[in-house]
């Protein structure tokens, strides 16, 4: 098989090693021919395993979010690049930041940042979303709520609400009017099993 029929049984823009060496099994050293893509950039790593198209065969732009569930599993989109996606923020955000059950990790790839922050399993699957992409997959993404509630669990020395209005307002530059459009409901319930105390709500909703 020709690396150009491989580019046409592979759908997607994303694919795993035992995905890559199925296809090329019809060389005797499958090994030497992965080599020699990588070498050429017809292939690119992204870390053990896991690999995209070069740039000259990719059919559209590789999905960042699928590529940070696929890198360290299990994970979920959150923290500074969600609440950059859902507008909460007004910095583009480059390093994809995201929430795992195991340690804390980052990695440094081809195409971009990776990090990874560590949240405990009993708040680990609330308030996610699941995001389908044709012929590539699907994502797992915290919603606006639990993005915001990932990333003010992480500023721990807030004590007060005034703090906490200088953080959201003046540090982070975001607009209260948008906060406020949150389900308070929802944003209660998840700050309640972050066991997080509800200055969060006093500084967005007073």
Excluded: W
């Amino acid at each position: 098989m020709s690396f150009e029929e491989l580019r046409v049984n592979v759908q997607g823009e994303i694919f795993d090693y035992q995905m890559l060496t199925h296809h090329l099994r019809e060389y005797k050293k499958p090994r030497d021919k992965i080599s020699l893509l990588l070498k050429n950039e017809s292939i690119i790593r992204i870390r053990k395993g896991i690999y995209v198209f070069g740039s000259h065969y990719q059919k559209k732009m590789i999905s960042l979010e699928i590529l940070a569930n696929c890198i360290y599993s299990p994970s979920y989109i959150s923290l500074e690049y969600a609440l950059s996606r859902y507008g909460l923020i007004p910095e583009r955000v480059p390093t994809v930041t995201s929430i795992c059950i195991n340690r804390s990790k980052t990695f440094q790839t081809p195409l971009a940042a990776f990090s990874y922050s560590t949240r405990s399993l009993s708040v680990y699957p609330i308030g996610l979303i699941s995001t389908e992409i044709p012929q590539e997959g699907s994502y797992l993404m915290a919603i606006p709520e639990k993005a915001l509630a990932d990333f003010i669990f992480q500023a721990k020395a807030i004590s007060n609400v005034s703090e906490m209005k200088d953080y959201l307002y003046e540090n982070l530059r975001m607009e209260q009017s948008d906060l406020k459009k949150l389900n308070k409901k929802l944003l209660v319930e998840i700050l309640k099993a972050y066991q997080m105390t509800n200055i969060l709500i006093a500084a967005i909703y007073d």
